[in-house]
């Protein structure tokens, strides 16, 4: 979270009407467009956020994995260590969590902006938070093509992005590996790819990343077809 921005988030301070109103037409499209691919797509009721003391269930993603068959809820917990140890103990057999080394840049711990596999054996990766070297110590990328991210993002200013850096540009919602979601002020992203670029769906996201994340998670995979 950017510091400028610590003091809105406390106990019965709800985001402005204008940017949930704005939010949910953002949601609505992005619904749309993965009903038309042939996706189930399932919304929640209307949730009371306030009335439950919380602050929001607009990025499902950040609260659930799945894993195989299985629906991990999780731990919440900001201390990494801690959290890794829950997840190890949670995943079905066959599956095995491994650490990726990354900067001292505290938001490396926004997993969605440090790495971005696009489809198999192609993944971009911010530069400024991990290391090339650092993911080819992990056998399963050891021969995947990985491409650092070559600009710097644009700082997202309207609305001013409150939770997240501007490397939000790498939360995008990859279909099937031909077609990607992405910000409608992203372009540059979609050119460092070619078949990204021709299968690159473009939709607005600034009011949803004020909550925390792009179309990458505002969703939630419960099964994919390979």
């Given at each position: ?6 003091e809105?988030f ?7 009407e204008?940017?949930?109103e704005a ?11 993965l ?5 189930k797509?399932?919304r929640p ?26 629906i ?11 959290g890794i140890?829950?997840l ?33 054996g ?5 530069p400024s ?7 080819r ?16 993002p644009k ?17 995008v919602?990859v279909?099937d590996?031909?077609?990607v ?11 460092m ?11 607005p ?5 004020q909550h925390g994340?792009?179309?990458?998670c505002?969703?939630?995979?419960l099964?994919?077809?390979?």
């Amino acid at each position: 979270m950017q510091s400028q921005h610590r003091e809105e988030f406390r106990p019965n301070n709800p985001f402005p009407e204008d940017i949930l109103e704005a939010a949910g037409a953002e949601l609505d499209r992005l619904a749309a467009i993965l009903e038309r691919e042939g996706i189930k797509v399932y919304r929640p009721d209307d949730v009371d956020w306030i009335e439950m003391g919380r602050y929001t269930g607009a990025m499902p993603l950040d609260g659930l994995l799945t894993v195989g068959n299985h629906i991990i809820e999780s731990a919440y917990a900001w201390r990494c260590r801690r959290g890794i140890e829950y997840l190890g103990a949670q995943v079905p057999e066959g599956y095995t969590i491994k650490m990726l080394e990354v900067t001292n840049n505290p938001h490396a711990m926004h997993i969605d902006t440090v790495i971005c596999p696009l489809r198999q054996g192609l993944l971009i990766y911010c530069p400024s938070r991990v290391s090339e070297a650092a993911l080819r110590k992990r056998e399963i990328l050891k021969d995947w093509d990985l491409g650092p991210v070559p600009f710097t993002p644009k700082p997202r200013l309207d609305p001013p992005s409150s939770t997240c850096s501007d490397w939000l540009v790498m939360n995008v919602l990859v279909l099937d590996g031909r077609k990607v979601i992405v910000d409608e002020v992203d372009t540059e992203l979609c050119g460092m790819d070619a078949r990204a670029r021709d299968g690159a769906r473009l939709l607005p996201a600034k009011a949803c990343q004020q909550h925390g994340g792009a179309s990458h998670c505002a969703t939630m995979d419960l099964i994919r077809l390979t």
